[in-house]
């Protein structure tokens, strides 16, 4: 392995001089250095991402730890006793990435499970569990994913994914806000402080206290995750002036997830967007939607800042310009061609924000929710555009971001210009208020959006897909009460979608089953 590996965190041998030399391989800690759990994401057929970060103290922004880089040991096995093992190395966790391990395995075997743990010095982490996705070129009958979006460690414990972990998924994918740059004067948890992040150690703190949750920290050994970003997690818009926070977010981002895609530090760039492959039952393709688009805030008309927190306005003609984009080029034509060459069962979207429109009537004026495409019509015509030409594949567009239930048909939309025949399932928060300034305005609205047909402000929780050849069922799991560590989970609603029919169907009860 080269040195510019050795320099990023990535798999490396320790054997020269040179580099044995820069390492502390005989580090002690007055404490456990796991203290922030262990993860798997980024999994293909025959790779897969694993995760720590060395933080004997997670309060302090450098985790308790030395200046120098310190040797970490990893073992990947094929059962959970690690009497099969069959990868192992070493790692430097370097104090230029908050002493973070990001391990790159590849030669692994499609479709299968793996454990894995860490070690360094006397102290041995947690065992995890990791699993690949079938090959592409098989033949694949079945696929139980998860969606979950937005945690507030403010508002509530993260409850949600124990039962996630219950209903065994293949993975998880999360569609950002993993964590919150304020509070919104919730006080039942406390952040670290109440200042909204600015530099790596700001975010590297409040990553760290939200990596502390043992909820969170069950999810992410047992289950490996996929990841994109939302506004809570960075900075809202591609804004120059504020490229040094942005790029102070990336970076403590990567240092607390398992992903691949991250250049060097310091950078204001992220490889994000990816196209998730199960056989040749299902394309799935998880959306960058933040960190390329044009910016949201473009209409300079009045509006009524009580009226939904702001976040309902009035289009400009500006919002229509055909080359705006909420994708960026690139991206956008990425997607594009995965859509239309698609040569899976299932065709999927994953989102961060809600694709289908939504309008709300104030006054007779229209508005429209600006963190979402309702702000970039035409790029989505353009997506649109691609699904429609696609000749294999049914599409689904799986989204979060408004902290609410929603399943909705496109087909039905009355506005002939904004009508897109695909389904839709909105995941509502892993732990996130959805206060009624937001959540009334959609109530007082779904007579005039038939493209919805089931709406929950209520309960927090995630979703779930099952999916086979002839079927899409996802279901609502809603969690009780997201202020209870004990909290039950009912599956609020479930709706199944045909493979080449329009629409779904659905059955609905809110029966406690845990």
């Known amino acids: 392995m080269d040195r510019r590996k050795f320099l990023y965190s990535t798999l490396m041998t320790l054997g020269s001089a040179p580099l044995a030399s820069c390492i502390n391989a005989d580090v002690r800690f007055a404490s456990n250095p796991f203290t922030l759990g262990i993860a798997s994401g980024d999994i293909t057929p025959s790779t897969a991402v694993l995760w720590t970060r060395l933080a004997p103290t997670p309060a302090m922004a450098n985790g308790g730890m030395p200046a120098k880089p310190v040797a970490v040991r990893w073992t990947l096995a094929t059962d959970e006793g690690f009497s099969q093992i069959v ?53 694949v009958d079945r696929l139980r994913f998860a969606t979950a979006s937005c945690q507030n460690y403010t508002h509530g414990h993260f409850v949600a994914y ?77 804004d120059p002036q504020k490229a040094a926070t942005r790029a102070a977010a990336y970076q403590a981002w990567y240092e607390h997830m398992p992903v691949r895609g991250y250049h060097r530090t310091g950078a204001n760039h992220f490889d994000i967007y990816r196209k998730i492959s199960v056989g040749d039952l299902a394309q799935i393709c998880l959306l960058d939607s933040r960190q390329f688009r044009d910016t949201r805030e473009i209409c300079d008309g009045p509006y009524d800042p009580s009226y939904g927190f702001g976040n309902y306005r009035q289009r400009c003609e500006a919002v229509f310009d055909p080359e705006r984009s909420m994708l960026g080029t690139e991206q956008e034509a990425w997607l594009a061609e995965a859509i239309k060459t698609n040569q899976r069962r299932w065709n999927v979207i994953a989102s961060p924000g809600p694709f289908q429109p939504f309008t709300y009537q104030v006054d007779q004026t229209d508005l429209r929710y600006i963190g979402a495409w309702d702000a970039y019509p035409e790029n989505r015509k353009r997506v649109a555009s691609a699904i429609d030409a696609a000749e294999v594949g049914h599409p689904i567009i799986v989204s979060g971001d408004v902290h609410s239930f929603w399943a909705m048909d496109g087909a039905r939309t009355e506005l002939p210009d904004e009508r897109f025949a695909y389904v839709e399932f909105v995941t509502s928060a892993v732990a996130a208020n959805w206060p009624p300034p ?55 609603a479930r709706f199944e979608v045909g493979h080449g029919t329009q629409g779904f169907t659905q059955t609905q009860g809110a029966v406690a089953d845990r």
């Open 87 to 139: 990868q192992q190395g070493e790692v430097a966790a370097i104090p230029a990435l908050a002493h973070s391990v990001h391990v790159e395995l590849d030669d692994l075997q499609p479709g299968r499970q793996y454990w894995y743990r860490f070690s360094v010095g006397k102290h041995v982490s947690g065992v995890g569990r990791t699993r690949t996705l079938p090959a592409s070129t098989a033949a």
């Open 162 to 238: 124990q039962h996630m972990v219950d209903d065994d998924p293949d993975f998880v994918i999360h569609l950002g806000d993993y964590i919150y740059d304020t509070s919104f004067g919730e006080t039942f948890r406390k952040h670290e402080t109440e200042s909204m992040p600015a530099s790596v150690d700001d975010f590297r703190r409040r990553h760290a206290l939200y990596k502390t949750d043992p909820f969170l920290q069950q999810a992410h050994a047992a289950l490996p995750f996929f990841f994109s970003i939302d506004n809570h997690d960075a900075i809202e818009d591609n």
């Open 438 to 492: 937001l959540a009334q305005p959609v109530l007082d609205n779904l007579s005039r959006n038939p493209q919805v047909s089931f709406y929950d402000p209520v309960y927090r929780g995630y979703m779930l897909h099952e999916v086979n050849r002839e079927q899409w069922a996802t279901t609502a799991r809603a969690i009780d009460d997201m202020r209870d560590r004990a909290s039950g989970v009912r599956s609020l």
